[in-house]
């Protein structure tokens, strides 16, 4: 409803002469009436606010001031309400873009990082590894890079829309911890990067998604300690009854996150203060705590030992 609605104000609609013959006095026996309209803040109307009644009424202008507020209440929550929906269906759009561009992504990167393997396989069959073997090996991580931004798109898509599904097997927790620590290796040579825990451990667990997880802790503790500061230490604990959750912490040696954002670096984009010269989009602990807690777990953050960050991880074992 578009244009400006007058307020309209009758005490005795009978003895009223701009109503006295209207039908709706006979229709509806209506006698006094009040009736304001509801505004949004850009002028347009969408809608009235009435009261009506058989009887004669003394509609006092206190009375009718209080009915102009309750008529701007209204419109102040209903005009909320249409802005969350429109904000809301502004996010399932753009969720829904990221979905289509993250499944779209995957193919050709999944089909470059294959040719990449085989290309490597190839060169290290023919000869010592040369330029030609080094060079493979860069596309080969390049694209395994690119595949998995593409989940982690398709993960945050599906985390916000409350459809994310876990593929659960049973793993061998420490190997999968190794595993990451040597794609990591590869990736930050100058960094220690050291393992303490148990040889074996089994969880049911999404294996790819918890190694995303991994993957993100390990890399950022990498890249938030200066190389000569000290090693990045995976430790996982011990649970040897089945019913006992397990525990895993990444530690670094960086200079650590202030004690009031300790919790608030799991939050959708945000990034420390005391990390904000580093290049990074915010999104990597907040998927981290989305996954662990669709395995029915948690994690934190605190001050380490060493005066940098300590995330750890707890996980139930089935």
Sequence with gaps: MEGAVAPLRINHASTDPRFQNHPGLSLYGIESYLAVPLVRRDGST???????DPEPKNLSDDLFTIFELLAQLIAYELEADEEQQERAARLRALEDVVAIASHDLRQPLTIL???AELLVRKAQR?????????DAQTIMQQALR?????????DIAQAETGTLQLDRNVIDLPTLVEQV????????PQHTLTFEGPSQLFVSVDERRLGQVLRNLIENAAKYTPADRGPVVVTLKNAPEPAEPV??????AGGGVPENELQRIFDRHYRSRSTANIRGTGLGLFIARRIIEAHGGKIWAERAATGGLKVTLRLPRE
């Design 113 to 115: 990082q294959g040719r």
């Design 46 to 52: 969408f809608g009235t606010l009435c009261t009506l």
């Design 181 to 188: 620590l040597e794609e990591v290796r590869v990736l930050a």
């Design 247 to 252: 525990e895993l912490s990444v530690v670094d």
């Design 126 to 134: 023919n000869a010592p590894p040369s330029a030609i073997v080094i």
């Design 146 to 154: 690119a595949v998995r931004l593409s989940e982690l798109l398709l």
